[in-house]
């Protein structure tokens, strides 16, 4: 069973940054694509970032470009994002996802895993 466990969400002021982790577990994820999605309410969820475990090639929402980083850690099986600069607009439930094959993608529906999400909220 493939487990993804998010955390590092929180409280913070406009301007400030965050970085979120997301553990993977039960599954070799060297050919996954590790991706970033958010939810706020009564919204869709979103594409925020991705990246391929083996290659360290990375896709961003324009939204996010030059203010988040997606990174990784294949020894710890971690994926994080780094958000700096935030803004009241990235307050929502972040949540990590993965991808069975190598495709760098921004479409939710192709992504097979998916974790429980953490809450992100900027206060302005």
């Known amino acids: 069973q493939v487990q993804l466990v998010e955390s590092g969400g929180g409280l913070v002021q406009a301007g400030g940054s965050l970085r979120l982790s997301c553990a993977a577990s039960g599954q070799t994820f060297s050919s996954y694509v590790m991706g970033w999605f958010r939810q706020a309410p009564g919204k869709e969820r979103e594409f925020v970032a991705a990246?391929?475990?083996?290659?360290?090639?990375?896709l961003y929402a324009d939204s996010v470009k030059g203010r988040f980083t997606i990174s990784r850690d294949n020894a710890k099986n971690t994926v994080y994002l780094q958000m700096n600069n935030l803004t009241p607009e990235d307050t929502a439930v972040y949540y990590c996802?993965?991808?069975?094959?190598?495709?760098?993608?921004?479409?939710?529906?192709?992504?097979?895993?998916w974790g429980q999400g953490t809450q992100v909220t900027v206060s302005s």
């Open positions: 996802a993965a991808n069975r094959s190598p495709m760098l993608t921004m479409n939710p529906r192709l992504y097979d895993y």
């Open positions: 990246i391929r475990w083996n290659g360290g090639s990375t």
